[in-house]
T-cell receptor
Framework: DAMVIQNPRYQVTQFGKPVTLSCSQT?????MYWYQQKSSQAPKLLFH???????NEADTPDNFQSRRPNTSFCFLDIRSPGLGDAAMYLC??????????????FGPGTRLTVT | GDSVTQMEGPVTLSEEAFLTINCTYT??????LFWYVQYPGEGLQLLLK?????DKGSNKGFEATYRKETTSFHLEKGSVQVSDSAVYFC?????????????FGTGTRLQVTL
């Protein structure tokens, strides 16, 4: 089945220790998104890739970065995690044809714990 | 900017009860509207969608109609089951910049009991 896969499902890191979360997709979608979701809150968009073009949200901290080496994979790097970065991180994809608006397909998420 | 307002939860219902979760939106363009569902510890799953005024989205017994005159997209189900217990997010998708983006409501937790 075509899908969005996130690894690992659970990640524990230490305060200040860099961590990378990964997302892969078999949908061949051209747009990939990263969201942060804290407990009992709506997902908050951090950034997205439209093809190879990176688009950062204005309020995303510099501590968060992303890489998309090819269509299928996208990584979220947190350079120096703080306790406030503990959250569920969701990857999503969409097939964007350049006009109009489109649904997004989400992965299962990675729950990050910072100790 | 765009925004979505959902009714506060939790909503607690008995099995086979009728469900309504209210959702209203504010948007400058002509958004598409969505309901996503999130089960505990999982990502979001698309439940249903509507792309233009008067469209009705439906899936798994859930329905919602895109009402432009009242800027609403209320979620309904005639008879809920325990397995419907989850958090439901109303969202709109509009194009700003390079790609379409989702604006979510705060989510409504539904608890269905026997």
């Amino acid at each position: 089945d075509a899908m969005v896969i996130q690894n690992p499902r659970y990640q524990v890191t230490q305060f200040g220790k860099p961590v990378t979360l990964s997302c892969s997709q078999t949908l061949n979608h051209n747009v990939m998104y990263w969201y942060q979701q804290k407990s009992s809150q709506a997902p908050k968009l951090l950034f997205h890739y439209y093809d190879k073009d990176f688009n950062n949200e204005a309020d995303t901290p510099d501590n968060f970065q992303s890489r998309r080496p090819n269509t299928s994979f996208c990584f979220l790097d947190i350079r120096s995690p703080g306790l406030g970065d503990a959250a569920m991180y969701l990857c999503a994809t969409s097939r964007d044809r350049g006009l109009g608006s489109y649904e997004q397909y989400f992965g299962p998420g990675t729950r990050l714990t910072v100790t | 900017g765009d925004s979505v307002t959902q009714m506060e939860g939790p909503v607690t219902l008995s099995e086979e009860a009728f469900l309504t979760i209210n959702c209203t939106y504010t948007a400058t363009g002509y958004p598409s509207l969505f309901w996503y569902v999130q089960y505990p510890g999982e990502g979001l799953q698309l439940l249903l969608k509507a792309t233009k005024a008067d469209d009705k989205g439906s899936n798994k017994g859930f329905e919602a109609t895109y009402r432009k005159e009242t800027t609403s997209f209320h979620l309904e189900k005639g008879s809920v089951q325990v397995s419907d217990s989850a958090v439901y997010f109303c969202a709109l998708s509009d194009r700003t910049g390079t790609a379409s983006k989702l604006t979510f409501g705060t989510g409504t937790r539904l608890q269905v009991t026997l």
